[in-house]
T-cell receptor, first 110, second 115 residues
Framework: GIQVEQSPPDLILQEGANSTLRCNFS?????LQWFHQNPWGQLINLFY???GTKQNGRLSATTVATERYSLLYISSSQTTDSGVYFC????????????FGIGTKLQVIP | KAGVTQTPRYLIKTRGQQVTLSCSPI?????VSWYQQTPGQGLQFLFE???????NKGNFPGRFSGRQFSNSRSEMNVSTLELGDSALYLC??????????????FGQGTRLTVV
């Protein structure tokens, strides 16, 4: 099945700083989503972005499907951005199983 | 419109017991998928249901099973609980497409502790 790698695994930022999270995937995909998992465990949808670029406030994401990677940008980070960010995709081939990256644990300090 | 609803939110069970978790998808969504999250293994796909039929399954033992009802609500069951089954169980709903191909929305999860 498809392999999903996220980097960095851990990130500590000063409030107000910018950051880029990366997701590499090993095969062609029809689907790519970014989620933020809050301290209570819920996965919050950030972007559904199988290709192209999207922006939502301080967050934006870009997926280059032909090169098999996606980037999540967080600008002017706030303490509420803390948590774990997951890249999630699915194998477009025979397996068609949803695969999660290991996540990037972000801590924003005041 | 209401999001994905999972019940109960927390459960404590004893080894050897069985447990049933429930997931109500977003209104109009017909696909429901289930996931297990543990500190050691991360988030792993359990299975996916559409139109009351299981259409995909992850690599979990037969003790893990599920079903979907005609109103798209889904339940998952774990029999003969083991300590290692302690985890956060998440369900997600999507319109109709396979969970691997379409945008999915997650519930708040059920945190199961096996003692």
């Amino acid at each position: 099945g498809i392999q999903v790698e996220q980097s960095p695994p851990d990130l500590i930022l000063q409030e107000g700083a910018n950051s880029t999270l990366r997701c590499n995937f090993s095969d062609s995909v029809n689907n790519l989503q970014w989620f933020h998992q809050n301290p209570w465990g819920q996965l919050i949808n950030l972007f559904y972005i199988p290709s192209g670029t999207k922006q939502n406030g301080r967050l934006s994401a870009t997926t280059v499907a032909t090169e098999r990677y996606s980037l999540l940008y967080i600008s002017s980070s706030q303490t509420t951005d803390s948590g774990v960010y997951f890249c999630v995709t699915g194998d477009s081939g025979g397996y068609q199983k949803v695969t999660f990256g290991i996540g990037t644990k972000l801590q924003v300090i005041p | 419109k209401a999001g994905v609803t999972q019940t109960p939110r927390y459960l404590i069970k004893t080894r050897g017991q069985q447990v049933t978790l429930s997931c109500s998808p977003i209104s109009g969504h017909r696909s429901v998928s289930w996931y297990q999250q543990t500190p050691g293994q991360g988030l792993q796909f359990l299975f996916e249901y559409f139109s009351e039929t299981q259409r995909n399954k992850g690599n979990f033992p037969g003790r893990f099973s599920g079903r979907q009802f005609s109103n798209s609500r889904s339940e998952m069951n774990v029999s003969t609980l083991e300590l290692g089954d302690s985890a956060l169980y998440l369900c997600a709903s999507s319109l109709e497409g396979r969970a691997a191909d379409t945008e999915a929305f997650f519930g708040q999860g059920t945190r199961l502790t096996v003692v």
